[in-house]
């Protein structure tokens, strides 16, 4: 492409030195948008693409669209999400967002039975120890199952914590124990090496995944699809969220009489300790 700037006219010249320079936005900005960037009429971008012998722009800008989807998606979202930035596209994006997050938190709840839950909610409450494995993303959605499961069990435990790696976490994982796995693609290759093991020590091994074919999902106990569509640059983990509360609901139901009683103590005791704000706490 290069190797014909030197025969064209002197727009038509302008518009592909820029392509040249910026061809992540070609893959994603409309004609318009793409002709005010590089100061140019959109018919220049036109004749453009049909010098470098496209039958039009789409086709010339399928191109570059190709290229970026081999390359890191969340670099080809967060370029995505540059062109939306114009008052009259952010609507859309709003509106999109809304539509896949509800369309996610829809695939998760059918595709997984309340008797499945349930089934999964036994196993941790009547396991030795139950490990919750979370990195990046997922770090804080593991912790924050293993806080709110605590107040009814002690017996589940986050990892990696204090530092670890999760196969340190998992490392007495056997026969008595459960691990719930979390990852979502692309799979973070240290919580994959981690349920593998735990499922050749003997674990029960729950996996909250995106897919059927992801790695931690093959020989898994139970499944829990959580889809991770989203618009924006990194995959969404609401769904994974909402499983998470939802099994969270089945282990407090499923767990024995006293979990209740022990709940309301802890909870109770926060007040009395001034952990909760109350309304009368600023008059004194």
Known sequence: MSAAIADMAPQVRKATAFVLDHPDEVGFATVRELANLAEVHPNTLVRMARAVGFEGFDDFRERFRNELRNRSPFHARAVSLQFMSSDERLPALYGEIAAVTLQNLERMFTGTSAAEMQAIADHIVCSRRTYVIGVGANYALAHNFA?????????????????????????????????????FAPYRVEVVEATGAARRQGARVVAITDSHGSPIAVGADHLILAPSDTPQFFPSTLAAAAALETLVSFIVADAPPDVVAAVDLMHQRRYDLGVYWKPDRGNH
């Open 147 to 183: 806080y709110l499961a605590g107040m009814a069990l002690d017996n589940v435990v986050a990892v990696p914590g204090g530092g670890n790696v999760p196969m340190d976490g998992i490392v007495k994982a056997g026969p008595a124990d459960v691990v719930v796995a979390m990852t």
